[in-house]
């Protein structure tokens, strides 16, 4: 399984990127795909996330900001993140969980909020 992540960068606080994760394999044959990030010194946290039924979560810190989405037909996944902030800045990875347990990861994608 291949997760290519894109669209990551360097953006101002308060602007907006959105993230793609094109998926090798159809996208609902996992039981959930997600986004993760990862800042310097910090644990690797979950962004949000998506079930094969649907069901969204959400980390508390993005909660009203971000928004997690699909492309049934093109295998993508997609993150918008809006009202960004300095905090906001970590790479950011795509994940995929596989029935009936384990967790593909993508190779990690840049995002740096700064003025």
């Known amino acids: 399984v291949q997760l290519a992540e894109s669209g990551g960068g360097l953006v101002q606080p308060g602007g907006s990127l959105r993230l793609s994760c094109a998926v090798s394999?159809?996208?609902?044959?996992?039981?959930?795909t997600g986004w993760h990030r990862e800042a310097p010194g910090k644990w690797r946290e979950l962004v949000a996330s998506?079930?094969?039924?649907?069901?969204?979560e959400y980390g508390d810190s993005v909660k009203g900001r971000f928004t997690i989405s699909r492309d049934i037909a093109k295998n993508i996944l997609y993150l918008q993140m809006n009202d960004l902030s300095p905090e906001d800045t970590a790479v950011y990875y795509c994940?995929?969980?596989?029935?009936?347990?384990?967790?593909?990861w993508g190779q990690g994608i840049q995002v740096t909020v700064s003025s």
């Open positions: 998506i079930t094969d039924d649907g069901t969204t």
């Open positions: 394999r159809t996208i609902l044959s996992f039981k959930e």
């Open positions: 994940a995929a969980d596989p029935f009936p347990r384990g967790r593909h």
